[in-house]
């Protein structure tokens, strides 16, 4: 079975990069030497996204969730700060009545594609972060085997939430069953997965 630390808070998600395989060590530089991490400090950045969980594909984005009070004033900063990076651009989404507003702001960092999720909910509530923190618990029960079918799954051009739900033969939609499975604690998690996968 494969281990490896929680990845629950930023300083976490670091060491594991820095640890981790050749592109999790060359993310971990990219965030490093960018300076993005100290950029957003005020916004508490996190690193999510499939990278930390070593199920990213050629032209997978880095992902830093933010935690942003006044949307206005994040993407006034941002773009004040960061702007003149190639390729940056920002829009606004959330318009959906279940939807809180958000921002994204995209740029390129050496070689990586970079996203700025920005939203007035704290980072630990976002669902990406709670998407990414039950898709590595699984990862870790799954193991070596996990790992494979779900890069499988996204190099056949699934997104990350719907592959998992697949292998878990899961029939709503993945983004909410996903949300309702990272309530779980880790070993009820555990003990159904393993009722429905073969990993």
């Not at 996204?49 to 880095?62: F, H, K």
């Not at 651009?89 to 994204?104: A, E, F, I, K």
């Not at 990406?128 to 996204?154: C, F, N, P, S, T």
């Amino acid at each position: 079975m494969a281990q490896g630390g929680e990845m629950s808070t930023t300083a976490e998600v670091m060491a594991h990069l820095a640890s981790g395989n050749t592109r999790q060590q060359d993310a971990y530089y990219v965030l490093q030497s960018s300076g993005l991490l100290e950029i957003l400090a005020d916004y508490h950045p996190y690193p999510a996204g499939t990278v930390p969980i070593d199920i990213d594909i050629p032209g997978s984005d880095l992902d830093l969730l933010c935690y942003a009070e006044d949307l206005d004033v994040f993407e006034a900063e941002i773009h004040n700060r960061i702007g003149a990076v190639a390729e940056f651009q920002c829009v606004r989404g959330g318009d959906l009545p279940d939807q809180r507003p958000y921002v994204t702001c995209n740029l390129q960092v050496g070689h990586w594609p970079v996203e700025i999720f920005a939203q007035s909910v704290p980072v630990y509530r976002q669902n990406a972060y709670l998407h990414m923190i039950v898709e590595w618990r699984l990862l870790q029960l799954w193991g070596d085997a996990g790992h494979r079918e779900i890069r499988r799954l996204k190099q056949a051009g699934w997104k990350t939430e719907p592959a998992f739900a697949s292998v878990l033969g899961l029939q709503g939609d993945p983004y909410v069953d996903m949300l309702y499975l990272a309530k779980m604690k880790r070993e009820d998690l555990w003990n159904w997965a393993r009722s429905r996968t073969s990993f």
